[in-house]
């Protein structure tokens, strides 16, 4: 559990939306950019997007729940790599209209995944919605890159999730270890005198 959180929803989902969020407010004050012309990897990226509802739904109807969150990461990582990839920390200064695209690109992952995380995490779903100034979306809008509006406001990033240290999870043990004791003495059976 410790490392599921820390390593996937803290490090990948988390990360990729404080990420964009943050960028957005200190770029554009919290307004959401124009997209302007796609390259080649952001015409990818977007024909990528469009693959997970099907991906994600069809593990699910499936009761494949593991492979459907697994794939709900990838789409996670899929964004990461992408802000990663185009740093538009680096690249503020010399094209700020390169920028914008990019921070609207994200944006729109960022929706998606508010969108198709859902059935898994239905209040960080809400979170992020909230946070993203989203109106309300369908599981079948998941994968478009139109789900937020150039123009409109976004609301300050937030935590989705916090890290788990290893002494909540030391407590979390000892707490069950102290119950199993308690309900191993209650269960004995009686001795007789």
Known sequence: FQAKNNNELLAIFGNLVNRTVVLTHKYYGGVIPEMGELTDY???VIEKMKEF???IGNSIEKYR??????ELMNLARLGNKYLTDMEPWKKQKEDPERVKTVMHLSLQLCADLAV??????PFTSQKLQKMLNMNVHEWNEGGRCDLLRAGDSINPA????????DEVVAAQVKKLEDT??????????????
């Open 116 to 121: 198709l995380c859902e059935p898994f995490l």
């Open 53 to 55: 509802p099907a991906l």
């Open 158 to 165: 937030e935590y989705l999730f916090v890290k788990v240290e």
């Open 42 to 44: 952001e015409k990818e």
């Open 180 to 193: 199993k004791k308690a309900n191993q003495m209650h269960n004995a059976p009686a001795v007789e005198d």
């Open 65 to 70: 729940f593991r492979e459907a969150q697994a």
